[in-house]
């Protein structure tokens, strides 16, 4: 009985920190092989996508204090959530101390490391986030250029956590987080040039709303800062401190909100958003810092959370050249945007592809309406995009066939049209259809005289089709 209670607890320990960890899980970059390579991997796949270019990668800071991150949900040891699933996580500390359970007290590696950058430095002195007298320690820094083809606009989900919460608020040893862009090259963005923008500010939180009105019904207050220990925080009784942006942060000291997550402290889960402007370059720097000292650990996760992007897919088409075959068209490609083997063609409107030229050539060997598709399969985020347009072959005499000896008359008409077929030993249909190609009309051809004097005046196509189903003539038909 003794083994059994012995092997029962076991096994408890074993699920339940199994359980706990399973929670957050965290690769720091220390672990990859090829630390630019697999950089740029999380920038594509977590951040960006894979429909921009990536360069010039540069990351300034101790390997285990960035990587990526993966997150599930578990009510028993996270009532409160922590809604972002996977992306990048830096600190300025190890990535593993933002891990649960919060209960060791301020789990905090120290590098002992200052980051001297006096543009850092000002902005946050003149944004009342730091003293003038503060120095900077700890910092992770990633950078990067970035360009897309695409007129596209990307959504952000970040997190801002820390150990300083809530004993050491204050401006003399405030860790902060700022996401700054500055466009390089050619002025081709309005909104961006040569001087660095933080585009994640607290002002730019377009989730606000929903924040105040799920968790603050009587609205929250929001001062434009950069983000930090002491621009969001809440109210303290122990320092008679009023709370700043309040409604963005969580209290998480020993665990008691989400005991996934390491810090005692962080915000609820902050949307910006970065449009990038076709043709435009941009320079990207994200840092996240230690302030006044390096006894703390702060981190931010982040992850894209939307894309949406303005593709305009197009194409134009030459007169059909009609030849012993049929009626050859040339199809040309204006979409917005460069296609890189992902375009698919389908003449025939039979789901099938027929090609995947850029700028194709078919040969219709049948007269009447053919619907044409170009199709473009986005494979970064799995999204197809079509456009589709009717094009109107006129009667085709091929090549294994003998010449029609149909024809229509009179046209232009007013009131009835005469047919020069046999109809004696074959059955023939007749379709009438507008220029949008919607039959109108549809009939055995019983006699040699067809009436059209209930129509409207306009134009209107004919087909006439064997008994085999076989269209064996098309033509614009002028009614007056």
Known sequence: MLMINRLLLIIFFICFFTDVKAQLEVVPLSDSGDSIET?????????FGCDIQVSNINYSGNENAIGNFNYTQNESICSGGFELDRGILMTTGLTDYAIGPNNDGDNSQSWGLEYIDDFLHDYLVQSDVISNSTDLYDASVLEFDIESSLLQSIDFEVVFGSEEYVEWMSPYYADGFCFFVSEIGEDVDPNFDMNPINIMETGD????????????????????KPISVWTIRPYSEMLNMPGMNECLYLDNQNGEF???????????????????????????KMVVFDGGGTSF???VFLKRSTVEESINIDFTWSEPDYNDIGATVAFSNISSFN???????DFNNDGNVDSEEINPIYTFEEPGIHVVTLEFFNACTGLTTSISYEIIIDQISLADSTPSMISVFPNPTKDKLNLTVDISNMNYSVEFMDVSGRVLKNLSLMSSVIDVSNFKQGVYYISIKNDSGDSIYFDKVIVL
């Open 39 to 47: 950089l740029e991997s999380l920038i594509v796949e977590e951040l």
């Open 205 to 224: 939180v377009f989730n606000v709303s929903n924040i105040v009105n799920s968790q603050f019904p009587f609205g929250c207050e929001i001062t434009n």
């Open 258 to 284: 989400c005991n996934a997550i390491g810090y005692d402290g962080y915000t609820t889960p902050m949307l910006f958003s970065f449009t990038l402007v076709p043709e435009a370059k941009y320079h990207v």
């Open 297 to 299: 650990d702060s981190g």
């Open 339 to 345: 296609f890189t083997g992902n375009c698919f063609w």
